[in-house]
């Protein structure tokens, strides 16, 4: 096969099977169209394909078609990081700062507190779990965050499908998500601080801070089919530049879309973005994320640890709603409605898990883990959220 034809192969299968298994399997109460996506890209992955039948991996999955499916992926998923930075509205947070920040603290502090606990645990039992570069801190850190994560973009897709997106209840949840989206990115910052490069860091923060200042000059003055076309570019000097500076590309695509202000550009007209990201360039980005998973450390560990990964996050989540919701003295049931709503994880916590692989912060065997605890986590946001939901109508 040409290259291009084993690429056109590779794409029919992203495609392909997770619509077969979604739309046959009738997965949708439990399993979302994006969840099959990232399930099946870890089974066409070296540790599924590659390892049952590796001559058939190998004659598709070239390292030219990786590469290739790379390349899309990396674009893909900085489009849908900007649009997860555009959905912060840190005026409406700021104008109910009070509740948001005892909710959103709390829903941050406590999972973030539990990951940490379990870095710590997997850390003792195996240093090989820790990446090459990386200090302690920085992998107790970095999968402390993982575990606290909150899949912004994916939220507002299960909300919309609950209809509860526009509702008091949706909008709350969306205030208490951003502010957190907020911190574990300067977070992941500080983590990936990489102070050969402390000079580049500082001319980037600066001028992103000038550059954006002009941005929100410029672009209200533009008809909306412009402001499309200057984000995009934006979007992609910003990519350019946190990479250069030794963040990382999605850093620079998340503060590309948290200093733009959502209400310059039509409602619809975003709901559709996203929409059309997941349909037609998304699954690349799962592939490639199902293509980096490894069994390095045994399959038994890396299963053991994505279900103490599992109890940390979604325990914590809830634990940390719960001390708000009686703090703040919510309605009986509230509590629970919406800490299960914020532990999903999903394509936030995977592409936070590609940039600690990426930095050699964490082991591919924790990445794996990481992996199977988002895909978990995810997959039990609905059938938890709309039982409740019925019965408190």
């Known amino acids: 096969m040409t290259p291009i034809e084993r690429m056109l192969l590779a794409m029919t299968l992203i495609l392909g099977l997770p619509y077969l298994v979604w739309r046959l399997g009738r997965t949708e109460c439990f399993a979302p169209l994006v969840v099959v996506q990232i399930v099946t890209g870890i089974v066409l992955g070296p540790g599924v394909l590659g390892a049952i039948f590796p001559g058939y991996y190998q004659a598709v999955f070239t390292p030219d078609v990786i590469a290739q499916l790379g390349a899309i992926a990396a674009w893909a998923v900085m489009l849908f990081v900007w649009t997860a930075g555009l959905e912060l509205d840190l005026r409406e947070a700021w104008e109910k700062r009070g509740e948001t920040s005892i909710t959103a603290g709390l829903a941050l502090a406590v999972p973030l507190a539990f990951g940490c606990g379990a870095a710590a645990v997997m850390l003792a039992q195996d240093a090989a779990w820790a990446g090459p570069q990386a200090h302690s801190w920085q992998f107790v850190l970095g999968v402390g965050m993982a575990c606290a994560v909150t899949a912004l973009p994916i939220l507002i897709l299960f909300m919309e499908k609950l209809a509860i997106l526009r509702e008091p209840l949706g909008q709350r949840v969306l205030r208490y998500a951003s502010l957190d989206d907020v911190v574990i990115w300067g977070v992941l910052a500080l983590i990936l601080l990489d102070y050969e490069r402390l000079g580049r860091q500082a ?165 794996t883990a990481l992996l199977l605890m988002a895909v978990a986590s995810t997959m039990l946001t609905v059938p938890m959220v709309a039982p409740r939901l019925k019965r408190s109508t």
């Not at 390095?296 to 708000?324: D, I, Q, R």
Request: hydrophobic fraction near 60%; charge should be positive.
């Open 203 to 367: 001319i980037f923060l600066g001028g992103f801070s000038l550059a954006a200042w002009a941005l929100a000059k410029l672009v209200p003055r533009l008809p909306e089919r412009d402001r499309w076309y200057v984000s995009m570019v934006w979007l992609a000097a910003c990519g350019f530049a946190g990479d250069w500076s030794g963040l990382h590309y999605m850093v620079g695509a998340f503060l590309a879309g948290a200093v733009m202000d959502r209400r310059w550009f039509n409602a619809e007209h975003l709901d559709l973005l996203r929409t059309h990201l997941l349909l037609v360039v998304m699954p690349v980005f799962f592939l490639s994320t199902g293509l980096r998973t490894q069994w390095t450390l045994g399959g038994g560990a890396v299963f053991a640890a994505a279900a103490l990964l599992l109890v940390a996050s979604v325990g914590g989540k809830l634990a940390g709603v719960h001390l708000a919701g009686r703090w703040l003295r919510w309605p009986k049931g509230e509590a629970t409605l919406i800490g299960w709503l914020l532990q999903t994880k999903a394509l936030i916590m995977i592409i936070f898990a590609n940039i600690l692989l990426d930095r050699g912060v964490i082991a591919a065997g924790t990445f």
